[in-house]
């Protein structure tokens, strides 16, 4: 609930005609609440506006490979703070997202749509689907040919599900389903060019991969420790066994623990990892 039966302030205006002008003749400033610091003000969602110069900053600095937090720690320093440039760093991720969904619905997703409309004429198996958003512009892309499709239904009862690559400029997150198959063979069983890595997306998607694949859900599914992949896994896939990627642990160890992280720490998680079993 964002009112507290604040009227706020306001003034009323009267035009007099024989100066030609506009006078105050009301002024009302009595809140039943304290206002907000004008440090703050960026905050608030009426006061946030995004200059043209700083969107074409920021989609310069984007089509440079510079990521969001980057970019926006960049700019608030030129315009001299984070409170002078009039906008946060979710504001500049999402003038990002409309930028790279106009240029998906115009580039490459097109060619990608033909090759898919090409691909469905030649393999009967083929698979796909694409997610818009309320303006009709191409959200997320999922797709599977035959044999990635025969390959899950033999060698996909254990599952990854990645999406750590960034595909071209565009910087949209390939995910990719992948398995091994008998000969220990890294096999692909389906892939999907995503909008963003929210909850909701990966609800679609995972939709997406169970109708793709006959309704039959994986037995267990392993990924990085995004809580918004998880969130999906246990939306569509609850009785899913869910995982975390051993290469993932000892990353992040290393990145969030620092000085902990000698070869003695090193070891024993290493041992925690890969010997230690459930009771």
Known sequence: ELRGGCNGAYIRLRWFKEFKCYKIYRWYNVHNHDMIPESLRHYVRSSRRMAPVYKMLAEVNDAAGIG?????????????????????????????????????????????????????????????????????????????????????????????????????????????????????????????LLYDETTATFEWLFDQFLKCMGGVRPLSMFTDQAAAIAAGIRSVFPDCFHGLCTWHIAQNAVVNLG???????????????YNADDE
């Open 68 to 192: 969001v937090t980057s970019s926006y720690n960049a700019i608030s320093r030129a315009g001299g703070g984070r409170k002078f440039v009039g906008f946060t760093k979710n504001d500049l991720k999402n003038h990002l997202r409309t930028v790279r969904t106009s240029s998906m619905e115009y580039g490459d997703a097109t060619a990608l749509l033909e090759y898919f409309r090409r691909q469905a004429q030649l393999d009967p198996g083929f698979f796909h689907e694409v997610e818009v958003d309320v303006e009709e512009n191409i959200a997320s892309i999922f797709w599977a040919d035959g044999k990635m499709r025969m390959d899950y239904h033999y060698f996909g009862d254990s599952i990854s599900f990645d999406t750590t690559y960034r595909t071209n400029k565009e910087y949209r997150p390939l995910a990719l389903f992948v398995g091994f198959n008998n000969h220990h063979q890294l096999t692909v069983f389906a892939a999907a």
């Open 259 to 273: 000085s902990l992280c000698d070869s003695d720490f090193l070891r024993e998680l290493s041992y925690l990892m």
